[in-house]
Structures are given as C-alpha cells and as structure tokens.
C-alpha cells in the first residue's frame, strides 16, 4: 500500500495517520533507518498519546503491507503492469518493469482511491498540517534508536508539497516517478511510460475492491 490507501480511514488521528506514513516517509528521508513493527509495539502504550498514536499507526502500517503483498489481487496485478511497463522500456539489469509494477500498483490504487473521493484526500492533507513535527522525531528516535532531525523538516514539506495530487495526471506522474527511481538509484524513465498508465490506471481500477480485501475476506473501507 501507498500513503493514501494507508492513512486515508485515519485522518480524524493525525498522529496515527503520520505512523502509517511514517515507514514511507523514512524510505524518502533515510532509507538506512526503519520503524519496525516490533520496536512500534513497545512504544503503543507511550505516556504522551501523540507518540502512542505515532507507533500504533506503525503497526498498522506493517499489519495492512504484510496482508496487501501476499493477496492474488496484488500479485497479477503488479506482473501484469511489469509486463506492460517491460513493453516500453525493455527489461534489464536493474529489473526495472518488476519494480515498477510494484509501485505503480501501489501508487495508482490510491489515485483510484482519490479519484472516488477527492475531499478525502484534502481532509488527509489537513490531517497533516496539524501533526507537530517533533513529535514524530521523537517517534523515530524512541522506536528506531536514532535520532534523526530530517524527518522533523520532511512533514511539514510533505503537506506543502501535496505530491498525492499529482498522481491524478499521466505527465506529472511521470515526473514523480522519476524523482523515486533517482532516489533508490535507477535510470530515468523515458517519456514513453506514459503510454503505460492509462492501461495500468484500468487494470488497477477493474480490480481495486479485490487489492483491498483481506485474504480472510475483509474488506479494507474504501475512501
């Protein structure tokens, strides 16, 4: 799952909204450094509710990818994409068309998401607005070990920046996209992959109430 699909049924909870980013936002941050689920569970009784909140929303976080990547719907899904992606770009080395049908299955569920419900998304970013960015420093530090005063910068410019918004358009995605594969080291995509989203776009909307069904069955609520 991405930010939205995550945190969109939290955003009356800012701060257990900001947990189920948090794990996200530290790959942006500082991949070397990971909020796990285990270190999260000592912290969700904390004497300061706001930081509980934080490592709840961790929790959540790791619960919800942990069920999500292991349903049929995912898998076809994201090798359906790949073999899309793989078509434009070609395979190589750095096994590119997997891990883009990866994120691409993540990012365009929540654009689906957003698509249903776009006041949603603006009452996510409003959520955002409130957290105190020291507080999830505090988070970080208490359920990683590390302090890391990055972070604290990273949310407010996550709510000023609205990226979400921009997964709604073939182009700006694109550019969005190429800002992930300059961060985890890969080559930029080429114009060309926008022929690739509108098809990927229907794959994951033909099949999003599957991508958010439980393999007990559950159905995660939609926005």
């Given at each position: 799952?991405?930010?939205?699909?995550h945190?969109h049924r939290?955003?009356?909870?800012p701060?257990?909204?900001?947990?189920?980013?948090?794990?996200d936002?530290?790959?942006?941050?500082d991949?070397?450094?990971r909020?796990?689920?285990?270190?999260?569970?000592?912290?969700?009784?904390?004497?300061?509710?706001?930081?509980?909140?934080?490592?709840r929303?961790?929790?959540?976080?790791?619960?919800?990818d942990?069920?999500?990547?292991?349903?049929?719907?995912?898998?076809?899904?994201?090798?359906?994409i790949?073999a899309k992606?793989?078509?434009?770009?070609?395979?190589?080395?750095?096994?590119?068309?997997?891990?883009?049908?990866?994120?691409?299955?993540?990012?365009l569920?929540?654009?689906?998401?957003?698509?249903?419900a776009p006041?949603r998304l603006?009452?996510?970013?409003?959520?955002?607005?409130?957290?105190?960015?020291?507080?999830?420093?505090?988070?970080?530090?208490?359920?990683?070990?590390?302090?890391?005063?990055?972070i604290?910068?990273w949310?407010?410019?996550?709510?000023?920046?609205?990226f979400?918004?921009?997964?709604?358009?073939d182009?700006?995605?694109?550019?969005?996209?190429n800002?992930?594969?300059?961060?985890?080291?890969?080559?930029?995509?080429?114009?060309?992959?926008v022929?690739?989203?509108?098809?990927?776009?229907n794959?994951?909307?033909t099949?999003?109430?599957?991508?958010?069904?439980?393999?007990?069955?559950?159905?995660?609520?939609?926005a």
């Amino acid at each position: 799952m991405n930010y939205f699909a995550h945190g969109h049924r939290f955003v009356d909870e800012p701060y257990f909204l900001a947990g189920t980013a948090l794990p996200d936002w530290m790959n942006v941050v500082d991949r070397r450094t990971r909020v796990r689920r285990r270190h999260a569970l000592a912290h969700v009784a904390h004497d300061d509710p706001r930081l509980a909140a934080v490592a709840r929303g961790v929790v959540q976080h790791h619960v919800d990818d942990d069920w999500f990547h292991r349903t049929t719907a995912f898998f076809e899904v994201s090798q359906q994409i790949a073999a899309k992606v793989g078509k434009v770009i070609g395979g190589d080395a750095n096994a590119r068309p997997s891990f883009l049908g990866h994120i691409l299955t993540e990012i365009l569920l929540d654009a689906s998401l957003i698509a249903s419900a776009p006041r949603r998304l603006d009452a996510y970013y409003a959520a955002c607005e409130t957290i105190d960015p020291l507080v999830v420093e505090r988070a970080v530090e208490a359920i990683s070990g590390r302090r890391l005063r990055q972070i604290s910068q990273w949310v407010p410019l996550f709510a000023a920046e609205g990226f979400l918004r921009d997964y709604a358009d073939d182009m700006r995605l694109t550019f969005r996209l190429n800002q992930v594969m300059r961060r985890v080291g890969l080559p930029l995509l080429p114009d060309s992959i926008v022929k690739v989203l509108a098809a990927a776009r229907n794959v994951v909307d033909t099949r999003r109430d599957e991508l958010l069904t439980h393999p007990d069955g559950t159905v995660t609520a939609a926005a």
